[in-house]
């Protein structure tokens, strides 16, 4: 019985631990800008250190008028990139 109960506790403290993600606020800042006639892209670039694991990074004082399907998002390092969503607040 007292095996289950150690079995138990160390599946329930795995999945805990697994479940920890990072989450910062960014602030945007605009580095370029080209102007077209129909619109304009803006390019903000910063660089952001990341801890290991999951980390959600929440870019903040964006354009409102940006158009969901033009996001990009670059990363450079050993790092991958699992979804990209735009929410206006």
Known sequence: MK????????IISCLVSAQ?????EIISKVN???????????T????IDITKG????KFTNLLPFINAKSIQVKAAGDLVVLSVKQQKN
């Open 3 to 10: 095996k289950y109960f150690l079995l138990l506790f160390l």
């Open 20 to 24: 920890n993600t990072v989450e910062k």
């Open 32 to 42: 370029e800008v080209a102007v077209f006639i129909k619109g304009a892209q803006i």
């Open 44 to 47: 903000p670039k910063t660089n």
């Open 54 to 57: 999951n980390s959600i990074l």
